[in-house]
């Protein structure tokens, strides 16, 4: 058993190496600190998404705008899609769910916002329909994906698809590119 656990250590160290070692994974996360920041200055907010261990780290990453993540300060207006069980259960009922995340982005997204969709196979149809409504509304979009992208490769303006097909080792480097994106934009936006 510890040689599996070593394993799955190196494993996701291997797959965190590889955006190490990626300049144009680094370019993209420069381009998007700034658009988030950006965002935020111009009193716009970050919409979150996804689906399983996806709409955890969705939830995760938008508690870290409106929280905090370092520092001590204001609030910054940033929202997991998913949270409000009664919204999602009746348009799920009712419509499809397919189009939980479209309907609420069409709802409270406005021009400037930033739509964030996590999904490790970049093909769930309720974050496409939310970025395809995204898009129509001038909502930027920002994907976080495995390494084939999916769906969502077409359609984010900025796309990180991790270099993995493994959804753990995705998850855990969504969480990392997650996190240096939360403590940029907030050292950019507070100083």
Do not use: W
Not at 74 to 94: F, G, Q, R
């Amino acid at each position: 058993m510890n040689d599996q656990i070593k394993k799955l250590i190196a494993a996701s160290i291997e797959t965190k190496q590889q955006l190490l070692n990626d300049a144009s994974v680094h370019q993209k996360l420069a381009d998007v600190i700034d658009v988030i920041s950006k965002a935020f200055q111009n009193g716009n907010k970050v919409l979150f998404c996804g689906n399983g261990g996806s709409a955890a780290d969705a939830q995760h990453l938008a508690a870290e705008f409106s929280g905090r993540f370092y520092k001590d300060r204001k609030a910054l207006p940033a929202e997991a899609l998913h949270c409000n069980t009664s919204y999602l259960t009746a348009v799920a009922n009712d419509y499809s769910y397919d189009v939980i995340y479209a309907r609420l982005v069409d709802g409270i997204g406005i021009k400037g916002d930033i739509l964030i969709g996590l999904s490790t196979s970049g093909n769930s149809k309720n974050i496409v329909k939310a970025f395809e409504t995204a898009r129509e509304k001038g909502i930027i979009t920002i994907g976080f994906t495995g390494e084939r992208g999916g769906e969502m490769q077409k359609i984010s303006d900025y796309l990180f698809n991790v270099p993995s097909n493994d959804t753990p080792r995705i998850q855990e480097s969504h969480i990392l590119l997650g996190h240096i994106i939360c403590q940029l934009v907030e050292e950019k936006v507070f100083g």
